[in-house]
């Protein structure tokens, strides 16, 4: 008989809800071996709890989150609240020596990160952080083709997240811009950590970086009229040299008009480059520089079976990918870790090294300066 | 309580599982009041029909059809089975007075889709047919946008679906080049019946028509290696006069070497112009005839939560929409015409309407003639 | 000493001036061991023939086209007026004996172009007619992918040439709308005619075509604001079969919403796809089937001096590619055909080729019923 | 009558010939009332020189630019050779009394170019900077509709110029590779410096700016197949902060992998934003914040003959422009300098202005630091 791995998720919020369609449905796109089952789930009133745990099929419900991650029959620990609670929680979990996915980012600073990941050493706890997009079948098969060295040594890595959620300067403010709720970090932090986890998942360690970061509009309208300051920063960018010597630029905005999901990036490498971008998803672009010159050219490859992870979704190429499914992934992958007791990419480390350069992006701003990552 | 709905489904390959993954996840992603439980599987073997139904999640196993029909905890049918089995196992589902859900064509003939369609508005029991594509959240805005009146009167309705899943002369026959187990349409039957699907729905009811098929490939090997003969169009086009007086266009392919879903329509009309191309199913493509000359162009818009059904996956706009999404829609529809015991489009009448079109396209082939609707 | 060849240009409008332009110039761009000469230019009247002269660069002006024709210092006639005076212009340059360029489309009738046809077959004298858009590089590159047989044996050619240009319907009517001035033929004959011409360059003669035709508004505002009766097709579809086998299809149009150049093909075959969109004109897309399946895709290559004709304007791909440039190539087409006496495509025979397949689709239509090209 | 300008080119490369070309047909295209005369041609060898000026139409010729500069029948200087022949050539020409037309970048440093730029000043003598791209039509219809307001203030420039030429490890050095002949800036110069102008032109002036380059391939083969070193970045990116308090970022390499024309930039603003990519020449994407959520996203406009300069090459909308029909432009920016004796853009100052930013770069990477414009 299969075994059964019950799940706690606190936060019934976009993320909380994705995670729940994910849990439901994983064992059947993967033929897992393994039961899902949707325990418990925790949000900030008892009533609003109960509530969301009809709507999203949960089995139980509570206002406390320590009441979660201490429940007998809660096997594994699903965080999808903002940063600022995921130091105290991630480390309660860990403590109870229970399965940790945290939703990204893992920390509000480095510090906090390198907290949470050691403690995870230590315990030898199965952790995840839920970098979603790098999961994709498209970037999942761009990384493939970095990485098999099809398109050489890597010279230049370009990447963005640019998106307009604040891009209307009386769209009203919420916890992102905040840094005791968010961090010192805004887009950097919300949306810029999913293209620094693409960076590094991609074109591997960086040694320093250059970093200029902006506040469009110093104000906002709270949601009693009154006007807000903003805490952090609404676009950002920063130039790094990779380890291996090769280049490469970070552009992160939450003010980018008119882009919804511009989770991008390009590798250029000595035998070719390949492109992605999340706007147009189920494509990769793949240069090869060994072609024929009157023949060459970017090819759009459109994902399908032949592509990591496609298959188990659908038999037939481009037949669409959705935001649940990426989701999907990552349950599958944080079975995987719990049921192997192996670590599965990406761990708490992981997730701390991409605080680690949200961080020095941050000092960079602030002395004007290059910093090397191993000053963090 | 919320009412339980238990579903058998007959099939268990590529359209089977898909509906497996959308009954178990339906309830959560629309926050259903109602509980789908995956009651009964039916495959070919009782004990394929067992390994499935344990890799899909559903409660028990048959290989017989009649068996799964009859059974008293099962309350609605969905077949997903090649168009040859659909009138016996529709009619049967019917006089059980049962939901039923069959997947596209519905019929081998617009004769036996009249029967299943006469007989289902005699019994008053729910149908619908498996038209997925149509129910993307971009389909359905570029459908909305000329319904909408926002192009205006239509001009023209230029309609594809081209894939190339049989251009390999060598890939080896199947059912689906059979007259017996697919029908004397071949590509029309197999993905053109969706484009159709389509322009009768964006578009409104044809008048009549003048059509060519093709065999590219007149032998295939089969599985043991013998050339079998293919019995039906690899390619197939075909020019439609609307009753409206519009003109359209639609060409259907299995051999269109590159293209993995070549679903497309744009639609030209007094005031605009609206396309959509599955293979970027993430955006429409809007002209608005009424811009200034000099800022003018087709608009890519995004899909996202401004847009239909596309909220309950996901907040945020153009973060995907996968094949099993479509499929969830569908199940949606289908519970709401279970419940409500409404009509929801399509129903067996409108898959008839498909059928006809079909035995038109075969008849002007047939004949090297235009042919009215009416005829059929 | 190098040879000159002195022009007169018939025609001072939109055409005139791109001729005056590609004679300028073309000398300078392909190294023509010949001087062009803009001898003389022939508009309605001596006054705005003397000032268009003035300000295109002619040496000379005159009102009238028999005097340019039989001038002794003009060497060579290029027509640019509207289609129904070619007939007499074409025979009294080809009775002067002198070499005729002709836009397109060559004649009101495939009747008239037979005449034209055989009297320079029998005087010998050099000819061309204008279809400028398959002289595009990236026009020209696919047309060398398909004739090459990189992608096998063409199963399916789909051709389009549709704009807005009479979109709006209170746009004023024009020599274009009206028989006696275009012909019977309206987008078919303006804009159609080119796409035929690719059709039959690109996939070789037609045996037979079934085809509709629409007047999408039936009357316009004329110049004193009257309302002007619509003699022509606004659209036009039609669906061939070529003598090869293979199938094909056309769209014309000039009231398709949003498109300004949709001059397009795709050529499917059985080793793989070329399509090419001048509304992006600077790329054309190849499939090849013989491409690994998970490395295959559409490869987008960016015309440049590996191609035909390109090197000669420029020696970076993707620089850029103008509509004069295209003109410039038809006028080093034309004076090689005069420098080395020989045909050069298209000639005259091939500008009667397009023609007849108009006259079929006019018959189509009248008669409502599959044409053979050989009843023409 | 009209007036006469008689051109004199210094180089018959690539640029050489553009310029031959352009002033040939700008008469004709642009309707000046200026007899535009190849008076003489200048290059290396005097047999040379000769063979050229016949090939590209030009009256005489010589070996000694002096002797081009100083020649009473040559009005105005066209310098089209190497960067490190500028500054003598320009002064030259300046002291000569005659209109000077310089391709880009104007010099090998910002002090050259600031002398050239003096002496202009002092001279009062008509001076332009051939930064062609700037000028096609899609380029300023996006300058066109950032200078009007109409996508706010500008919040986020970025710019590229990516191209491949010197991709290939083995394809043979030249002059761009070594500090003699093009100067300390490798791809910055050659490219960079094209889309550092657009920046400028279209979001003002820069503050500051911190600044990376690399060398990809540290030696390449000579002609005689010995290894060269390679002197001057393959690739270089760098951040801004504009005058405005925006930011910004550039990107220029000559090694990225299958890029030919990679010559692109977002404008980002308060109410919209703007895109143009060279490689799709024909379009530009506008984004307004202020259309409806449901209906809002990128618009692609045709360039047509409503944009600039546009109107003067074809009447029909997305027919193509060309490379040769840039330098049209330039020339006839050129003659209406000369003729109306007043700057136009881009004068020698601002080239000069491009220039301070690239040295400013070279500052920035020597001293790894952020350095302010004023600064240089």
Redesign the interface.
């Known amino acids: 008989m299969s075994r059964k791995i019950r799940i706690g998720v606190i936060g019934s919020g976009?993320m909380g809800?994705?995670h729940?369609?994910a849990y439901?449905?994983a064992?059947?796109?993967f033929?897992l071996d393994v039961e899902l089952v949707c325990e418990m789930l925790c949000t900030t009133t008892a009533e609003g709890a109960k509530a969301d745990a009809k709507?999203?099929?949960f089995r139980r419900s509570t206002d406390d989150w320590r009441v979660l991650i201490s429940d007998p029959d809660v096997d594994a620990i699903n965080i999808s609240t903002p940063p600022f609670t995921h130091l105290e929680m991630g480390l309660a979990a860990l403590d109870a020596g229970k399965p940790v996915f945290c939703e990204k980012p893992l920390a509000m600073s480095a510090a906090d990160a390198l907290s949470l990941t050691e403690r995870a050493e230590e315990t030898g706890v199965p952790t995840m952080v839920g970098y979603n997009y790098i999961k994709?079948p498209s970037a999942q098969l761009a990384t493939e083709i970095v990485h098999s060295g099809e398109?050489g040594e890597v010279?230049?890595f370009?990447g963005t997240h640019i998106?307009?959620?604040f891009?209307?300067?009386d769209a009203p403010a919420n916890w992102r811009v905040q840094q005791r709720t968010a961090s010192r970090a805004g887009a950097l932090s919300d949306v810029g950590t999913h293209i620094v986890n693409a960076m590094l998942r991609v074109a591997g360690p960086v040694e320093r970086l250059?970093a200029?970061t902006?506040i469009?509009y110093p104000t906002r309208p709270a949601n009693d009229g009154a006007a807000l300051t903003v805490e952090n920063d609404d676009?950002v960018?920063?130039?790094v040299?990779f380890e291996s010597g090769a280049?490469g630029?970070i552009?992160a905005?939450r003010?980018?008009?008119?882009?919804?999901?511009g989770y991008s990036f390009t590798v250029?490498?000595?035998?070719?480059?390949v492109a992605f971008d999340?706007?147009?998803?189920?494509?990769v672009h793949?240069?090869s520089?060994s072609?024929d010159?009157?023949?060459?050219?970017?090819?759009?490859?459109?994902t399908?079976p032949?592509?990591p992870d496609y298959m188990n979704?659908?038999?037939?190429?481009?037949?669409?990918?959705?935001?649940?499914?990426?989701i999907m992934i990552e349950a599958r992958d944080f079975v995987t870790a719990i049921v192997e007791q192996k670590p599965v990419w990406p761990t708490f480390r992981d997730g701390y090294d991409v605080d680690r350069i949200v961080d020095a992006v941050l000092r960079s701003k602030d002395e004007?300066?290059?910093v090397r990552i191993d000053e963090i």
């Open positions: 976009y809800k994705a729940a369609i439901t449905a064992a059947t796109v033929d709507r999203l099929g994709h398109i010279l230049h370009a998106e307009d959620y891009h209307d300067a250059v200029d902006d469009a676009q960018q920063f130039m040299r280049m630029s552009h905005s003010v980018a008009a008119g882009k919804k999901m250029t490498g000595t035998k070719g480059s999340l706007e147009q998803p189920g494509e793949l240069f520089a072609d010159a009157a023949r060459s050219g970017f090819k759009r490859i459109l399908g032949e592509h979704f659908c038999l037939g190429a481009a037949h669409g990918f959705g935001y649940n499914d990426m004007e300066r290059w």
